[in-house]
C-alpha cells in the first residue's frame, strides 16, 4: 500500500505539473489519441487470462511543436475473454477433476514521458508510464472432487500500482492526422489471482493458495492521433 501511495501522489503531481505549464508554453501541441488494444497476458498472468480486446484514450502534450520531449496521460480499459484451464491431476486424489475458468475487467491508468521524431511522414517514439491498474477478477473451480460435484468462486477486485514502457510509430495522414501502432510491456505489481498450480487436494478437501502476482501482458495499440 505504501508504495501503491507514492505512485498515486507522483501521478498527481505529474498531472498538476502538465496542466499547469501548458497556458505558459506559446508553442505547446496537445494531441489526442483513440486506440484498439490488444491484450497479450505473460507470465503468471498468462496461465489464466485469455486473450484481451479494449479502448484506449491517450493525451499527448508537447511544449514546443518540434521539440522531442512530451507528456502521456493514458486510460484504458480491456475485457480478457473467459479461458479455461485444467488443475494438474497430480495435485489432486484419483478420483478427482478439476478446472479453473477466469475472465477479468481491468481499468489502465498512467502517465509518463514520451520521445520521438517530430520530421517526415513517419515519426517513431518510445515512451514510459506509472500509474495504476485497477482489476475485477472472476474465478470459478469446478468439476468433481472425491468423486462428487464441487464448485467454488476465487475473485479479486483491486487497486494496483503499475508501469509500462513501450515503443511505436506514427505515420502522417493528413494535416493534423496521424495514425499509429504501438507495443507496450506492463506490468501490475499485485493482483491476488488463482492459478492451477496453486490448487491442491487430500482427505481433508480441497485447497487453494491465492497468492499475490504481477499482471503482466503485451499490449497492442492501432489507432489515430488528432493534432491541434
Not at 502534450?61 to 512530451?70: C, D, S, T, V
Amino acid at each position: 500500500m505504501k508504495s501503491l501511495r507514492i505512485a498515486l501522489l507522483l501521478t498527481l503531481c505529474s498531472i498538476t505539473y502538465a496542466l499547469a505549464a501548458r497556458p505558459a508554453a506559446a508553442q505547446s501541441e496537445w494531441s489526442t489519441g483513440g486506440y484498439l488494444l490488444g491484450s497479450f497476458p505473460m507470465n503468471d498472468w498468462g496461465k489464466i487470462a485469455g486473450f484481451g480486446t479494449g479502448l484506449d484514450a491517450t493525451d499527448i502534450l508537447r511544449f514546443g511543436q518540434e521539440k522531442p520531449f512530451a507528456w502521456r496521460l493514458s486510460t484504458g480499459v480491456i475485457y480478457n475473454f473467459a479461458r479455461t484451464e485444467d488443475v494438474p491431476p497430480a495435485n489432486l486424489l484419483p478420483t478427482s477433476k478439476l478446472e479453473l475458468e477466469t475472465k477479468n475487467w481491468s481499468l489502465l491508468f498512467g502517465i509518463g514521458p514520451e520521445i520521438g521524431k517530430r520530421t517526415g511522414e513517419v515519426q517513431p517514439f518510445i515512451y514510459g508510464t506509472a500509474g495504476f491498474d485497477t482489476y475485477w477478477t472472476q474465478s470459478t473451480l469446478s468439476g468433481t472432487a472425491g468423486g462428487l460435484p464441487y464448485e467454488s468462486d476465487h475473485g479479486d477486485s483491486r487497486l494496483s500500482f503499475a508501469w509500462a514502457g513501450g515503443f511505436g510509430v506514427r505515420r502522417v495522414v493528413s494535416q493534423g492526422y496521424r495514425g499509429e501502432i504501438s507495443l507496450e510491456y506492463r506490468s501490475g505489481s499485485t493482483h491476488k489471482f488463482l492459478i492451477p498450480d496453486e490448487v491442491t487436494e487430500d482427505l481433508g478437501g480441497v485447497h487453494t493458495h491465492r497468492d499475490g502476482h504481477t499482471s503482466d501482458q503485451l499490449i497492442l495499440r492501432v489507432g489515430t492521433v488528432f493534432a491541434d
